[in-house]
């Protein structure tokens, strides 16, 4: 009966308090306890809620269960007893309108930033409040754990924050625009979003990727930076599950990022989540990305540890030089001859891979 919310004589704040301790066993009084808590009948839950000793275990519960529901959420998030560690875990799952309320209490958002975190990369929240929280933990000089950070707070430097507003701003939609244009690109194995024009030269981006290309153009650095980190995590709901419907074709968008005009927003695709070796081995020899995509992966250590990495560094004619020739000695005498010979290679890495042959007596 306990297991069921059935116990008389208690008041609502204890009863739940029951059913949160008995879910959290191994018996079958527990799997009875998860069902309660799973559809508690809204007396119960907001006579809990009213009481002013209710233990922050109940609101552990309660506070995830109801991320979606914004009027319950509000009395969660306004109970004394709340813990930051439960409104970071709703900050993570909430929908729009509960992302508007947490993000409400500058006080609470600064004293743990790990809630900024949380809502910055809950693909469900504001871009506009993207922005503010970001700008709030810049102007107080607080690093956050988010992905391309460094780049974020470059990005969102100089830019007028707007207030917050009830209603949504162009830039939410403009987010949520590309989000679902997004979704649409699927690449198979090997395709890329640009194709190499045999008459100009030039590369240009593929018929399934103009359609993003075309609202990505217009987006915010900012926005940029952000969409990349939310749209190459994996997202889950409030019961820890993974949300497959959301999943993007990540290697498409950091093909697309990495060419991005703005230097920041390409560096930014190389930082995001799961990027694989052969990913960088791609990148490493683009022709159309900035120095410093490639600069940013000639300093990483763990990326040139692999043989083609350093290779396309020295043959890509954009890898800065005094970055190139350091991995000239590391490369095998053939693809050092190649490169000796290559029309394609700067000068400097021709002279750099004939005086290495001549080192060595070839």
Known sequence: MAAKGLVPGLPPAAILAVVVVLSQGGDANAETAKKTLEKLP??????????QDLHPAVLDVLGPMYAADAAISERVLQHPAIA???????????????????????????????IIEKLYLNKNCRMSTADRLLELAVRNDIELAIPAFAQAKQAIQGELIPEPTPERAFDDDQFDDVAAKARELQLTDGEDTHELNPETGQEEVVAKARPLHAIWAELRPAAKIRFLSVATLKQYDSRGREIGEERYDVKALRMLGVR??????????????GISDAEIVRIAGLRNVAEDVLREIAINKEWTRHYMVKFNLVANPRTPFGHASKFVL?????????????????GAIQTAAKQQLARKGK
């Open 330 to 346: 590391h490369l095998r005498e053939s693809d050092i001859k190649t490169l000796a010979k290559s029309k394609e290679v700067s």
């Open 42 to 51: 809204p007396p119960l839950v907001n006579g809990a809620l009213s009481a």
């Open 84 to 114: 930051a560690e439960t409104v970071a875990v709703m900050a993570t799952t909430a929908t729009e309108g509960v992302c508007e309320l947490i993000a409400t209490n500058e006080e609470r958002l600064l004293a743990h930033p790990t």
């Open 260 to 273: 991005d005009a703005n230097p920041l927003v390409a560096v930014a695709a190389l930082n995001t989540p």
